[in-house]
């Protein structure tokens, strides 16, 4: 699936299952909840945590798509084509950074 392929898929999905995108300021605050939940995982599975019983079901892949599900819905309602942006901002990112990580001597 493309990054376009899963922006359409994300809202032929709220239009019918979902009913309507929540507002921008509701997913905001659902994709930091989202976020949260990846650290939990990361803080146990590579971290120095140890799980709870509670923690012990969850999937980093499931949680990772959630949050590129709701980060999917802000681009959807805000306009933003993922495929560009992120087109663009690898290209800001190669000017800016060509040289940087080369020269970086933690990186050796």
Not at 55 to 66: G, I, N, Q, S
Request: with cysteine; charged share 30%; glycine share 4%.
């Amino acid at each position: 699936m493309t990054i376009d392929e899963a922006q359409q898929t994300v809202d032929t999905w709220i239009q019918t299952t979902g009913i309507r995108y929540f507002n921008e300021l509701t997913n905001m605050a659902m994709l930091t909840e989202e976020v949260g939940e990846v650290a939990r995982i990361i803080a146990r599975q590579y971290g120095e945590q140890s799980f709870k019983e509670s923690d012990k079901d969850k999937v980093l892949a499931d949680e990772l798509a959630d949050v590129l599900f709701v980060v999917i819905c802000l681009a959807n309602q805000t306009g933003v084509n993922l495929t560009d942006a992120l087109r663009r901002n690898l290209e800001k990112k190669t000017l800016r950074d060509t040289d940087r990580h080369r020269n970086n001597e933690k990186l050796r």
